[in-house]
């Protein structure tokens, strides 16, 4: 069973205006939050994170948003550009003891159009 | 500062041969991992390292050996590929468990 789920394969937006991914997990347990950039033939890139003990985090262009009781997070770009054109994972870390690394989702294929 | 370098970027292995994957990270990072992506996947976690001298399975670790060989490096071995093993992979480290993972980028594996 999946516990974060990216329900948009691919997204389109017009350049210069706002690009809004959303992530939805199903397990509480997760406590940290992650957002990657993935271009073809290359490794994922860290974009931006954020702990659960917050529900906003900002980082120029990108900021996201986490609604813990919802368990929903998304990430928003503004003004979007033609190189952000990629695919975006998001990325949960668990909290508990046990497996370490991050559960991914699926990801969303960002397409900026001129 | 080349970050985490993986070789090869490309292998194609017949079913029932051996090949070990390398990862090494100049980061100076104590976690370290290794994934698979599938398509139209998410990545997952086949095995990781939280500190030198340790390994941990993941989420799919079956088919699949690792070994840290020292604070830099961790490599991931197949002993008897098989198709279900084509993928590409992707080794990642962080500084600890609790920090962003920065990854390599990729080899892609053929399993015929």
């Known amino acids: 069973d999946q516990q974060v789920k990216q329900n948009s394969p691919s997204l389109s937006v017009q350049e210069g205006r706002i690009s809004i991914l959303n992530c939805d997990y199903t397990n509480s347990m997760f406590d940290y939050f992650l957002w990657y950039k993935k271009y073809p033939a290359e490794g994922p890139t860290f974009l931006i994170s954020i702990s659960s003990i917050k529900d906003k985090n900002e980082d120029g262009r990108f900021t996201v948003f986490l609604n813990k009781s919802a368990k929903h997070l998304s990430l928003h770009i503004v003004p979007s550009q033609p190189g952000d054109s990629a695919v975006y994972f998001c990325a949960s870390r668990w909290s508990g003891g046990g497996a370490d690394g991050l559960t991914f989702g699926k990801g969303t294929h960002l397409i900026i159009q001129p | 500062n080349a970050g985490v370098t993986q070789t090869p970027k490309f292998q194609v292995l017949k079913t029932g041969q051996s090949m070990t994957l390398q990862c090494a990270q100049d980061?100076?990072?104590?976690?370290m991992y290794w994934y698979r992506q599938d398509p139209g996947m998410g990545l997952r976690l086949i095995y990781y390292?939280?500190?030198?001298?340790?390994?941990d399975k993941g989420e799919v670790p079956n088919g699949y050996n690792v070994s840290r060989l020292n604070k830099r490096e961790f490599s991931l071995r197949l002993e008897s590929a098989a198709p279900s093993q084509t993928s590409v992979y992707f080794c990642a480290s962080a500084g600890t468990r609790w920090r962003e993972q920065y990854f390599g980028p990729g080899t892609r594996l053929t399993v015929t």
């Open positions: 980061m100076n990072h104590n976690s």
């Open positions: 390292s939280a500190s030198e001298g340790t390994t």
